[in-house]
């Protein structure tokens, strides 16, 4: 039985990396390559998420409105075009999935088929009709969030196992820890244990006030417990470098940060891609705003870096124009808070995107 990757790459048609490479400028072998790593990866992450119990009531809404107009699926040469993917607003269908996590897992699928940036970003976004369709094909028109997740859960195994390994780590930090679970059951259960523990610590208690020496305090078994602390480490926190994106929630709503080298305001990622998620809240609230607030690090002239900030603020309401965001709906505005700068210089180089409602 073939699951949700395979139906939908068996719809690609044949011409699918040389139509890639024509739409991404980009390699033609390697683009096919990431987009067969991407659907798996964003798959696996989002049956993740809905074995977490977490609520896809939102997503099936999505995923329900992708197929009201027609199976994605069922015209895969309108995606391979570059046309469908803006107009079915499920470009930022992998950002909902992967949230926070998307800039670095986008990184690692780059450097590992040698693509540009940009080319991973357009996959992303081109992913999203392509598992829409997948899903409509597996579940019907009107897919209910308990057959989405029993989906999911039936096929999650086969996801990752198409992965690398280096991408499953991305999407499963925790499987370490639920791993030592039976272990420490089983100790517990077992009366046996519980009296040779008791029996260990006396002997150590013994040794300790009538055969230790003074070389040898090292080794005492309190010594283990910084071990045993320092096996999880948390992971610092991401920020591009240069002209790099981060799209997340921030109070329910989606957000889109863009990064800045020293001194620099140009934009050079394409925001298309990016910016799915708001445009497609955006598009969806005719209400709304966009506010673009530049940030700058306390470093240098203060007055030059007032100017600074605004030229990134104007840079990024330029790209978002190009994107396809109404200029008289996207307005500059000064920052609500100052720059913070407990992650770094870098995390206060930026301009924040959010919606106004």
Not at 16 to 42: H, R, W
Not at 58 to 71: C, E, K, P
Not at 164 to 192: F, N, Y
Not at 314 to 324: D, F, I, R, T
Request: charged residues 15%; without cysteine; negative net charge.
């Amino acid at each position: 039985m073939t699951n949700l990757v395979e139906t939908i790459m068996g719809a690609l048609p044949a011409n699918t990396g040389d139509a890639l490479g024509s739409m991404l400028g980009d390699n033609p072998d390697s683009s096919v390559k990431g987009l067969s790593a991407i659907l798996p990866l964003l798959l696996a992450a989002f049956a993740g998420k809905a074995a977490s119990g977490a609520d896809l009531g939102g997503l099936v809404s999505t995923i329900s409105g992708g197929i009201a107009g027609g199976n994605p699926l069922d015209n895969p040469a309108a995606l391979l075009s570059g046309s469908a993917p803006a107009s079915t607003g499920l470009g930022g269908l992998a950002s909902q999935i992967l949230g926070s996590n998307m800039v670095p897992i986008a990184t690692a699928v780059a450097a590992m088929f040698g693509l540009k940036n940009g080319t991973v970003n357009s996959l992303m976004a081109l992913a999203g009709p392509l598992l829409v369709g997948g899903i409509g094909k597996a579940l019907g028109g009107a897919p209910t969030v308990h057959g989405l997740r029993n989906l999911l859960a039936t096929e999650k195994d086969s996801y990752e196992s198409m992965l690398p390994p280096q991408l499953r780590q991305l999407i499963s930090p925790v499987a370490p820890a639920a791993a030592a679970a039976p272990v420490a059951e089983t100790a517990a259960s077992s009366g046996i244990w519980k009296w040779l523990l008791l029996a260990l610590a006396i002997l150590a208690l013994l040794w300790y006030l009538f055969g230790r020496g003074t070389k040898e305090e090292v080794v005492t078994p309190a010594a283990v417990e910084p071990a045993a602390v320092q096996t999880a480490p948390v992971a610092a926190p991401v920020i591009p470098t240069g002209s790099g994106v981060i799209a997340q929630d921030r109070a329910g709503l989606p957000l889109l940060v863009v990064f800045f080298d020293v001194g620099k305001s140009d934009v050079s990622t394409d925001l298309a891609a990016a910016s799915a998620a708001v445009k497609s809240y955006y598009d969806s609230h005719p209400q709304s705003r966009l506010s673009v607030s530049g940030f700058n690090d306390p470093t240098g002239d203060a007055a030059a870096n007032a100017e600074l900030s605004k030229n990134r603020a104007e840079q990024v309401k330029a790209a978002l124009v190009a994107a396809g965001f109404a200029a008289d709906r996207v307005d500059l505005d000064k920052p609500a808070a100052p720059t913070d700068t407990s992650e770094g210089y870098a995390a206060a180089r930026r301009v924040e995107v959010t919606i106004k409602q």
